[in-house]
């Protein structure tokens, strides 16, 4: 609930700075598209419920599973892939780089491969 507040706070004073500068015959491109995204995006800011809830909240997570699953793979010394080779091995990275998915993982290609 404090995160949302402090979302309402923070689009009331663009707002009113918009305003301001509305009437000062200035314009700011950058306020208004920042307005429009947190009016836009308000109900998905609810970070401190997502974070009691166990969600990863920031970019790191996101950047590290890109580093492992795709860089190392794909781009190593002397590697070259085509691109269009290279979406039929992503699906299996998750799989072999955590544990005892890949059993799993090759239980259901077997199943579902006939």
């Known amino acids: 609930m404090e995160d949302q507040q402090s979302i309402n706070k923070l689009l009331n004073k663009f707002k009113k700075e918009y305003k301001k500068l509305i ?64 979406h039929l091995l992503l699906p299996m990275r998750g799989p072999v780089l955590t544990p005892n998915r890949w059993s799993q993982a090759w239980n259901y290609i077997t199943k579902n491969a006939a």
């Open 23 to 86: 009437r000062e015959q200035k314009s700011n491109a950058d306020l208004s598209v920042a307005i429009i995204y947190l009016q836009n995006h308000y109900q998905q800011m609810n970070y401190a419920l997502y974070l009691k809830e166990g969600f990863l909240i920031g970019s790191g997570v996101t950047e590290s599973a890109c580093k492992t699953l795709i860089k190392s793979r794909f781009c190593g010394p002397g590697m070259a892939w085509e691109e269009s080779n290279t």
